[in-house]
C-alpha cells in the first residue's frame, strides 16, 4: 500500500524580489523541491506511506532535502548521495500572477542508475509515479526511468505520469520530449497534464481538441489543469470540466505536484485493471479534493513549506 516517486529532488532558489524577472533579482531564498519530491511530500502530508527515489550531492544540499523529506514523512531510503556530483538547483523569480521565471543548474539527479537501486523491490508498491521532464534528458536517469517503467508495469504497479515540462531543458529538441512522453502516455493508468502540455504533445492548438487526441492513443484516465478554468477529467464516462478552488495565489511552486499527490493518495490500493470502473462520482470527488490540495499549496510560499499545512482534512472543506 506504498507510493513510489522516481525522479530529482533539487533546491530551488527563490527570489524574493517579487515581480523581478532572475536577471534582475538580488535576493533569493533557499527551498526544497522537485517535482517528484514534491508529489512525494505531498502524498506524505496527506497521510500515506511514499518512498523517494533519487540522486542528490554528498553536501549540505543534498542532507538538507533527506532530512526536510525525512521530516515530512517521505522514506528516503533510496536517495543516494553521490560524493562527485553537487545537488541539482533551480533558480526561480515570482510574476505578480504567481507564474515563474525558471533557470535550472543540473547536478546529480541525472546520475542516478540502476545500480543505485540494484535492491529496490517494485512488488512493495501499489503505485509507481514517474514526475519529471528531467528523466528525458540524456544520462543515467533517462535509462533508468525506462527501465523502471518496464519493470514497474511487469509488477502490477498503478504507473502515474506527469512529464513536468520546463522549455529551458529541451529548448532545441522539443521533439525528444514530445516523443518520450508518449510512450509514458501510453504504458501508464493515470497521468496529469498542464493545458500547456497538452496542446504541445498532441500538436493541437485547443484543449478540446487535444483531449479527443488524447483519447484515441491511450486508455489512460487523465486530468489537464487549467488553472482558474478548472481541470479537465478524461475516463471510461467521458470527459467533463470540474470546477477550481477560488483562491488569491501566493505562489503557484508544486499545485501540480499537490494535486497528483492527492490522486494518487486517494488511488493507493487501487490496481490497473480497476481504474476504469471507478464509479464517474468517485472520480469528480477526487478531483475536486486533488483541486483542493493544489489551491491550498498556491497560499504558501514554497512547496514543501505549503505542504506543512496540507492534511486530508481539507477534503471535508
Known amino acids: 500500500m506504498k507510493v513510489l516517486c522516481i525522479g530529482e529532488a533539487l533546491i530551488d532558489m527563490i527570489c524574493t524580489d517579487r515581480g523581478s524577472r532572475l536577471a534582475n533579482g538580488q535576493n533569493f531564498l533557499k527551498k526544497a523541491g522537485g517535482a517528484p519530491a514534491n508529489v512525494a511530500a505531498a502524498i506524505a502530508a496527506l497521510g500515506g506511506q511514499v518512498d523517494m527515489a533519487a540522486k542528490v550531492g554528498k553536501d549540505p544540499f543534498g542532507q538538507h532535502l533527506i532530512d526536510l523529506l525525512n521530516e515530512m514523512g517521505v522514506n528516503t531510503k533510496w536517495i543516494i548521495q553521490d560524493p562527485n556530483s553537487f545537488t541539482t538547483f533551480a533558480f526561480v523569480s515570482l510574476m505578480e500572477d ?15 542508475s540502476m545500480t543505485d537501486l540494484a535492491g529496490l523491490n517494485l512488488n512493495e508498491y501499489s503505485i509507481v509515479h514517474f514526475g519529471s521532464a528531467t528523466g528525458f534528458l540524456p544520462g543515467p536517469l533517462q535509462a533508468t526511468y525506462l527501465d523502471l517503467l518496464n519493470k514497474a508495469k511487469a509488477a502490477g504497479a498503478l504507473i502515474s505520469f506527469d512529464p513536468n515540462y520546463r522549455h529551458l531543458l529541451f529548448p532545441n529538441n522539443t521533439a525528444s520530449f514530445i516523443t518520450q512522453s508518449w510512450h509514458y502516455i501510453q504504458a501508464c493508468d493515470f497521468f496529469k497534464l498542464s493545458d500547456e502540455e497538452a496542446m504541445l504533445i498532441t500538436g493541437l492548438d485547443t484543449i478540446d481538441a487535444a483531449a479527443a487526441a488524447l483519447r484515441t492513443k491511450t486508455t489512460a484516465v487523465f486530468a ?61 470527488t477526487m478531483i475536486t479534493n486533488a483541486n483542493k490540495a493544489g489551491a491550498r499549496t498556491c497560499e504558501y510560499m514554497g512547496a514543501m513549506e505549503a505542504f506543512k499545512h496540507l492534511n486530508n482534512s481539507i477534503f471535508n472543506s
Open 98 to 112: 504567481g507564474e515563474r521565471d525558471f533557470y535550472f543548474n543540473r547536478g546529480a539527479d541525472g546520475q542516478l
Open 224 to 284: 489537464i489543469t487549467l488553472g482558474k478554468e478548472g481541470t479537465l477529467l478524461s475516463t471510461s464516462h467521458g470527459t467533463e470540466i470540474i470546477s477550481s478552488i477560488p483562491i488569491t495565489a501566493i505562489d503557484a511552486t508544486g499545485a501540480g505536484d499537490a494535486f497528483v499527490g492527492a490522486v494518487l493518495y486517494q488511488l493507493i490500493g487501487t490496481k490497473p485493471a480497476d481504474m476504469q470502473a471507478i464509479a464517474i462520482e468517485k472520480w469528480r
